[in-house]
């Protein structure tokens, strides 16, 4: 009941396109859900985060939409540029515990 | 901008030795976290700290794991007795009274015991 399950696995994005990335969670009690960005050897960097009140969040590039119904949010990010190209987690807490998805490798190609 | 740092960035160890990694929250921050991540695995959380006490911990933080805060500024994960399945990066993070949810992480220590 504490997962969080992320999809793709991999994705492979040309510049300029849109990166999407899926994550759907089980425990009704999660109510902050983060994105984190981490590059190879480095720790993970908050990238956006949305609170359930809400359906959509848009900070620059990043945008989550969330669908409480469905127990379902996703990063898009918009006009993806390959400095953009890591790793990429989704998180959910009721508490103070991060719950992680698998992660999604992103590469974007020049 | 303020950022937690942690040391060692590498850490090699025998199996069975103590370990201890140590971190700098960032500054005004009140809650503090260990989260490990194995090679090409997802972050799992380890633990959660608040005034002076454990808040919540998770089934990998059993009796070989102890956290401290031995002073106003450092946060420490000390492991008795390593085991191979140990080997892992260890992140800490902090957050702040502001915003409770918001966990900022440090760049880790990689653990590896041989």
């Known amino acids: 009941q504490q997962q969080v399950k992320q999809s793709p696995q991999s994705l492979i994005v040309q510049k300029g396109g849109i990166s999407i990335i899926n994550c759907a969670y089980e425990?009704?009690?999660?109510?902050?859900f983060p994105w984190y960005q981490q590059f190879p050897g480095k720790g993970p960097a908050l990238l956006i985060a949305?609170?359930?009140?809400?359906s959509e969040k848009k900070e620059g590039r990043f945008t989550i939409s969330f669908n409480k119904s469905a127990k379902q949010f996703s990063l898009h990010i918009m006009d993806s540029q390959p400095g953009d190209s890591a790793t990429y987690f989704c998180a959910g807490n009721p508490g103070r515990a991060l719950t992680f998805g698998s992660g999604t490798r992103l590469q974007v190609q020049p | 901008e303020p950022e937690v740092t942690q040391t060692p960035s590498h850490q090699v160890t025998q199996m069975g030795q103590e370990v201890i990694l140590r971190c700098v929250p960032i500054s005004n921050h009140l809650y503090f976290y260990w989260y490990r991540q194995i090679l090409g695995q997802k972050v799992e959380f380890l633990v959660s700290?608040?005034?002076?006490?454990?808040?919540?911990k998770s089934e990998i933080f059993d009796d070989q794991f102890s956290v401290e805060r031995p002073d106003g500024s450092n946060f420490t994960l000390k492991i008795r007795s390593t085991k191979l399945e140990d080997s892992a990066m260890y992140f800490c993070?902090?957050?702040?009274?502001?915003?409770?949810?918001?966990?900022?992480f440090g760049p880790g220590t990689r653990l590896l015991v041989l």
């Open positions: 425990n009704t009690a999660f109510d902050y």
């Open positions: 949305i609170r359930p009140d809400v």
């Open positions: 993070a902090s957050s702040g009274i502001a915003n409770t949810k918001t966990q900022y």
């Open positions: 700290f608040y005034n002076n006490e454990i808040s919540e």
